[in-house]
C-alpha cells in the first residue's frame, strides 16, 4: 500500500505532554484505518526509546534536528536545521504544532522557503511558560502577524488559544476537539479497589493532578488549596502525576513548599506515567488550578473518569463537559478547600461518563476523522 506522509513539527515526548498524547493516539487511529503515516522532526530529543519504537512500529520515522547550545543562537540555528531537512526530504504537507508563534514561525519560514506545498499550524495553549516569559511573550506578539503569511491551514484546540496564536485577520480556523480514548478513561471499580489497596489508600480521601511541574501548572496553589483540606481531613491525600523539566527544577521548589507546610505524609509525587487511565481511577476528586490552558486535556480525561474536575477560570470554555466541571477564581485557597469537601460530604457514586464525552466530540476517533479529512484535503491541493 503507498503511504502518505504528514510531518509532524515541535512534537516529542518531554514532560509527558499532551500534545505528544494526542498526535500518537490520533496516528494509531490512522495506522487502523487509512493510509496516512505520521513522520517526527523535533528540536528536542525523544527522551523514552519506547516512544521512538512505538512511532516506527506505526510505520513512522523520527528524526531530532535540534541544537542545545546558547539559547539566543538556538532559534537561528533551529532555523537553518529546519531548511536543511526540509531541502533534503520532500514533504508535501507539514503540520507544525506549538504553544508559541515564534514556535510555528521558525519552521513555517524554512518550509515555505522549501516551497512546501502545505503548511499547517497548530495552537495547543494560550500562554507563556518556563524562564525568561516576559522575553518569550514579546516574541510572540511580534512573529504572530508573520503566521498568515506562511501558513495554508490554521488549526487550534480551543477559542482562547485560537485569539492567543493568530491575529485577527486570520479567518477559517478549525477546531481539533483534543479526543481521548474514552474507553480507557471510563470508570472502572475493580481498578479502582485494586489500585487503592495496592497503594495503600483504601480509606483516604484523594485528592489528584495532572500535569508538568511548571508555572503554568500553579502547583504553590494547589499546595495551599490541599493544606486548607489537610487541616480538616487528616484522611487526604495529595497524588502528584508529571515530572519536571531538568532545566527549570520546578519539582524542587514544590517539594521544598511542601517539607515546610509538614506535608510530606500526605502528598505523593507518583512521577510521570503511561497508564494514567488507571491512576484517575484511585482519586476522588481532581484539582486543576492551572494559571492558564489551551485545553486541559487532563481535565476531559477526568470528567470521563467520573471524576469532579475543580478547575481554575482560566480554563477554557470547551473542557467543560459534563455537571462534574467546576470553576473556581485563582484567589482564595480556602474557598477551593471548601468546595473539594463538600464534594466529599456529596457521596456521589461515580459515574461511567463514556457517552457524554463522545457525544460531546471528544472521542479520539472523531479527532483523528476531522484531521484525516484535513490532510487528505491538504495532500489533494498539493498534488495540484
Given at each position: 500500500m503507498s503511504v502518505k506522509r504528514v510531518l509532524q513539527c515541535n512534537v516529542d515526548d518531554?514532560?509527558?505532554?499532551?500534545?505528544?498524547?494526542?498526535?500518537?493516539?490520533?496516528?494509531?487511529?490512522?495506522?487502523?484505518?487509512?493510509?496516512?503515516?505520521?513522520?517526527?522532526?523535533?528540536?528536542?530529543?525523544?527522551?523514552?526509546?519506547?516512544?521512538?519504537?512505538?512511532?516506527?512500529?506505526l510505520g513512522g520515522l523520527a528524526f531530532c534536528i535540534g541544537y542545545s547550545g546558547n539559547?539566543?543562537?538556538?532559534?537561528?540555528?533551529?532555523?537553518?536545521?529546519?531548511?536543511?531537512?526540509?531541502?533534503?526530504?520532500?514533504?508535501?504537507?507539514?503540520?507544525?504544532?506549538?504553544?508559541?508563534?515564534?514556535?510555528?514561525?521558525?519552521?513555517?519560514?524554512?518550509?515555505?522557503?522549501?516551497?512546501?506545498?502545505?503548511?499547517?499550524?497548530?495552537?495547543?495553549?494560550?500562554?507563556?511558560?518556563?524562564?525568561?516569559?516576559?522575553?518569550?511573550?514579546?516574541?510572540?506578539?511580534?512573529?504572530?502577524?508573520?503566521?498568515?503569511?506562511?501558513?495554508?491551514t490554521f488549526l487550534s484546540c480551543s477559542e482562547t488559544a485560537s485569539k492567543w496564536m493568530?491575529?485577527?485577520?486570520?479567518?477559517?480556523?478549525?477546531?481539533?476537539?483534543?479526543?481521548?480514548?474514552?474507553?480507557?478513561?471510563?470508570?472502572?471499580?475493580?481498578?479502582?479497589?485494586?489500585?487503592?489497596?495496592?497503594?495503600?489508600?483504601?480509606?483516604?480521601?484523594?485528592?489528584?493532578?495532572?500535569?508538568?511541574?511548571?508555572?503554568?501548572?500553579?502547583?504553590?496553589?494547589?499546595?495551599?488549596?490541599?493544606?486548607?483540606?489537610?487541616?480538616?481531613?487528616?484522611?487526604?491525600?495529595?497524588?502528584?502525576?508529571?515530572?519536571?523539566?531538568?532545566?527549570?527544577?520546578?519539582?524542587?521548589?514544590?517539594?521544598?513548599?511542601?517539607?515546610?507546610?509538614?506535608?510530606?505524609?500526605?502528598?505523593?509525587?507518583?512521577?510521570?506515567?503511561?497508564?494514567?487511565?488507571?491512576?484517575?481511577?484511585?482519586?476522588?476528586?481532581?484539582?486543576?488550578?492551572?494559571?492558564?490552558?489551551?485545553?486541559?486535556?487532563?481535565?476531559?480525561?477526568?470528567?470521563?473518569?467520573?471524576?469532579?474536575?475543580?478547575?481554575?477560570?482560566?480554563?477554557?470554555?470547551?473542557?467543560?463537559?459534563?455537571?462534574?466541571?467546576?470553576?473556581?477564581?485563582?484567589?482564595?485557597?480556602?474557598?477551593?478547600?471548601?468546595?473539594?469537601?463538600?464534594?466529599?460530604?456529596?457521596?456521589?457514586?461515580?459515574?461511567?461518563?463514556?457517552?457524554?464525552?463522545?457525544?460531546?466530540?471528544?472521542?479520539?476517533?472523531?479527532?483523528?476523522?476531522?484531521?484525516?479529512?484535513?490532510?487528505?484535503?491538504?495532500?489533494?491541493?498539493?498534488?495540484?
Amino acid at each position: 500500500m503507498s503511504v502518505k506522509r504528514v510531518l509532524q513539527c515541535n512534537v516529542d515526548d518531554a514532560n509527558f505532554g499532551g500534545v505528544f498524547s494526542l498526535v500518537m493516539n490520533v496516528f494509531e487511529q490512522l495506522h487502523k484505518t487509512s493510509d496516512i503515516r505520521f513522520d517526527f522532526c523535533t528540536t528536542e530529543a525523544f527522551k523514552n526509546e519506547s516512544s521512538i519504537e512505538k512511532i516506527k512500529d506505526l510505520g513512522g520515522l523520527a528524526f531530532c534536528i535540534g541544537y542545545s547550545g546558547n539559547k539566543i543562537l538556538k532559534q537561528f540555528i533551529n532555523f537553518k536545521n529546519y531548511y536543511s531537512f526540509f531541502k533534503n526530504n520532500k514533504y508535501a504537507v507539514v503540520h507544525i504544532n506549538a504553544d508559541l508563534a515564534f514556535k510555528l514561525f521558525v519552521p513555517a519560514l524554512a518550509a515555505k522557503l522549501c516551497k512546501v506545498k502545505k503548511i499547517i499550524v497548530h495552537s495547543h495553549n494560550s500562554g507563556v511558560d518556563g524562564v525568561n516569559r516576559r522575553i518569550k511573550y514579546l516574541a510572540h506578539k511580534v512573529f504572530k502577524m508573520f503566521l498568515p503569511l506562511l501558513a495554508d491551514t490554521f488549526l487550534s484546540c480551543s477559542e482562547t488559544a485560537s485569539k492567543w496564536m493568530y491575529t485577527k485577520s486570520v479567518r477559517n480556523i478549525v477546531l481539533i476537539k483534543n479526543g481521548i480514548d474514552t474507553e480507557k478513561f471510563k470508570f472502572n471499580d475493580k481498578t479502582r479497589k485494586e489500585y487503592r489497596e495496592k497503594n495503600c489508600l483504601e480509606n483516604n480521601f484523594v485528592i489528584g493532578h495532572v500535569g508538568g511541574f511548571k508555572y503554568q501548572k500553579n502547583h504553590e496553589f494547589l499546595i495551599d488549596i490541599f493544606e486548607h483540606v489537610y487541616k480538616k481531613d487528616k484522611t487526604a491525600r495529595l497524588l502528584l502525576v508529571g515530572v519536571s523539566d531538568p532545566k527549570e527544577n520546578y519539582l524542587a521548589k514544590i517539594r521544598e513548599k511542601v517539607k515546610k507546610s509538614g506535608l510530606n505524609d500526605a502528598v505523593i509525587f507518583w512521577g510521570g506515567s503511561y497508564e494514567i487511565f488507571n491512576l484517575y481511577q484511585m482519586m476522588d476528586v481532581f484539582v486543576f488550578p492551572s494559571r492558564f490552558e489551551g485545553l486541559g486535556i487532563v481535565v476531559i480525561e477526568a470528567q470521563s473518569s467520573g471524576l469532579y474536575a475543580v478547575c481554575s477560570d482560566k480554563i477554557p470554555k470547551e473542557a467543560k463537559i459534563t455537571e462534574l466541571f467546576v470553576n473556581l477564581e485563582l484567589k482564595n485557597a480556602d474557598i477551593w478547600a471548601e468546595k473539594i469537601l463538600e464534594i466529599k460530604n456529596k457521596n456521589s457514586e461515580r459515574k461511567n461518563m463514556k457517552g457524554e464525552i463522545e457525544a460531546a466530540g471528544y472521542d479520539i476517533n472523531n479527532s483523528a476523522k476531522v484531521l484525516e479529512q484535513i490532510y487528505r484535503a491538504a495532500w489533494k491541493h498539493s498534488q495540484s
